[in-house]
């Protein structure tokens, strides 16, 4: 089975500040790792996606996360915040014999001026 | 490249009343198909896949049905909506493992 954990429903920063967004995960295989981003009213964008090629993966948009198998943790990280930002970001989990993706209940990302 | 039309975007129905919405992906041929739902503060649900014409596989028992009449269309049907079914509907495809596309959405408002 697998499942994805996002703290933190909310995050707010200001412009300029480093973004972190958590995800924990859980698998019983090694898994494929996603983080999407969704503008309002809009479907989900590919962030990044991890792969077991490198663990540290970047993205568009200045995005970055890293995936920390000792930890289960697959946090997105940005330097520095900006105001396009401000969106929905969810974190999911493919594994094991379907593949099929599980996602995070998502973290919204607020960027204060 | 993959994109996938559906549609209404918006939709406001009566508690009661039947259901459809209709998803068509292009640029690709034997599509994996996806219904989730988004309902605020509960993340993506995912609803029903499928693998081929006429294969539905449903994740959470409720009152919305899924088929695949053709290869790349997927429809998801309700006879009887509830209240409780109101959210933002999303389709997706994509390969096992790789990243899913997704539609633009049907926000569903049962009234």
């Known amino acids: 089975a697998q499942s994805v954990t996002q703290l933190g429903s909310h995050v707010s920063v200001s412009e300029g500040a480093l973004v972190l967004l958590r995800c924990n995960y859980s698998?019983?295989?090694?898994?494929?790792l996603f983080w999407y981003v969704q503008y309002p009213n809009q479907g989900l964008q590919l962030l990044l996606k991890y792969t077991s090629a490198a663990t540290l993966v970047k993205g568009i948009n200045g995005f970055e996360a890293e995936f920390k198998k000792s930890e289960t943790s697959f946090h997105l990280t940005k330097p520095s915040a900006h105001m396009s930002d401000a969106a929905e970001y969810f974190c999911a989990v493919s594994s094991g014999g379907s593949y099929i993706p599980t996602f995070g209940r998502g973290t919204s990302l607020i960027v204060h001026p | 490249s993959q994109t996938i039309h559906q549609w209404p975007a918006t939709l406001v129905q009566p508690v009661g009343s039947p259901l459809s919405l209709e998803c068509t992906v292009e640029?690709?041929?034997?599509?994996?198909l996806y219904w989730y739902r988004q309902a605020a503060g509960r993340g993506l649900q995912l609803l029903f896949y499928s693998v081929g014409i006429g294969q539905i596989s449903s994740e959470v028992p409720q009152n919305l049905s899924a088929s695949r009449p053709q290869d790349r269309q997927f429809i998801l049907s309700s006879k009887k909506l509830l209240l409780s079914d109101s959210g933002f509907y999303l389709c997706a495809t994509g390969t096992l493992g790789e990243k899913l596309f997704f539609g633009s959405g049907t926000q569903l408002s049962v009234l």
């Open positions: 698998s019983s295989v090694p898994p494929y």
């Open positions: 640029g690709t041929s034997n599509p994996n």
